[in-house]
């Protein structure tokens, strides 16, 4: 079997080291689909995606339908004979007409061990949910969401001191090369797919505003995962007064709460330059944070810039 002709379709940063690696290894991409430029940021400046920069660097060619069930695009799909469609956090949902496209499917490099984490956001529920293992999946996409069969899978550890954007470069990296073992071994031998158990799914929600608010009665591990899962973006925040601070890195300083201080409780600066901050259940030192229009720093800046001191309670 010949190398086959790929669409490739994503957006996130997590789509290209896949995409890079398709072309490592000479496969033939007819064309990159991706989001259309959004407004982003502070001053929602018009941005592109990563993707679909890194593809134009490559000389590829570069393809932002607004709407991707519209005839048009559909027929632009149909029109380019593609083998194989590959999307890799795309953000958009494909339907039939689609799947009728490519006469070997479309295969999506989920990054969960499905039937786990079908849905927008695994990598981050993974970390706030305590996962101790995730990995990538490559799976055939039907008409459900995440739900179509297993073509291969490939583990890691999920670790301590993981963020979302840390476990997110490395499950890339793991679905890129997962990627292209499974197509040659499509292409050599053929493959077996293995029908999901839906009684062992779960879902991971795309992520809301109110997700992103940290509470302090929580316990230490808790909000440290939280903090962990959601850096560095959308970001896990706290109040204090009129000033919104984002905390970006943690870890668990203690499982024992300091007695006497409510939760949310400034305690105090640590030798790592981390800020302790007292919770329902433990101590969780915040090593990285950013107050509202200021740039990220480490946690005992709050004291040392005089935006907090000890005793102060966050969220109040």
């Keep these: 079997?010949?190398?086959?002709a790929i669409v490739f379709m994503g957006s996130s940063p997590y789509a290209v080291p896949i995409l890079e690696r398709l072309l490592d290894n000479r496969f033939s991409?007819?064309?990159?689909?991706?989001?259309?430029?959004r407004p982003k940021g502070r001053g929602q400046k018009v941005l592109p995606t990563v993707l679909s920069t890194r593809a134009r660097d490559l000389n590829l060619t570069v393809?932002?339908?607004?709407?991707i069930r519209s005839r048009s695009f559909c027929d632009y799909l149909k029109n380019l004979s593609p083998d194989l469609i590959i999307?890799?956090?795309y953000g958009k949902i494909l339907n039939q007409q689609h799947l009728n496209i490519p006469h070997l499917g479309i295969w999506n490099v989920h990054a969960s061990l499905l039937p786990k984490y079908r849905g927008a956001a695994p990598i981050h529920w993974a970390i706030i949910r305590g996962e101790k293992l995730t990995g990538v999946t490559i799976m055939k996409t039907n008409i459900g969401i995440d739900t179509g069969n297993i073509i291969s899978q490939k583990s890691t550890i999920v670790r301590d001191t993981d963020t979302a954007g840390t476990l997110e470069q490395r499950l890339s990296e793991l679905?890129?090369?997962l990627l292209v073992e499974t197509i040659q071994k499509k292409m050599n031998h053929g493959i077996i797919e293995t029908v999901q158990n839906s009684m062992d799914a779960s879902y991971a929600p795309p992520l809301t505003a109110e997700d992103t608010v940290l509470d302090w009665s929580g316990s230490a591990?808790?909000?440290?995962?939280r903090i962990r899962g959601l850096s560095p973006h959308p970001s896990a925040f706290s109040m204090f007064g009129s000033m919104r601070i984002k905390f970006l890195f943690s870890r668990l300083e203690s499982t024992e709460t300091k007695k006497g201080?409510?939760?949310?409780?400034?305690?105090?600066?640590t030798r790592n330059?981390?800020?302790?901050?007292?919770?329902?259940?433990g101590i969780v030192e915040c090593l990285e944070v950013q107050p509202e229009s200021k740039k990220k720093t480490v946690g005992s800046n709050l004291i040392n810039g005089h935006y907090l001191k000890v005793g102060d309670v966050l969220g109040s």
């Excluded at 393809?63 to 709407?67: I, N």
Aim: charged share 15%; no cysteine; net charge negative.
């Design 87 to 89: 999307t890799a956090a």
């Design 175 to 177: 679905g890129a090369g």
């Design 221 to 225: 591990a808790s909000i440290d995962r």
């Design 261 to 269: 201080f409510p939760f949310g409780t400034v305690l105090g600066s």
């Design 273 to 281: 330059s981390g800020l302790l901050v007292n919770t329902g259940e």
């Design 63 to 67: 393809v932002q339908p607004e709407k």
């Design 29 to 37: 991409i007819v064309a990159v689909v991706t989001q259309p430029d």
């Design 1 to 4: 079997m010949n190398k086959p």
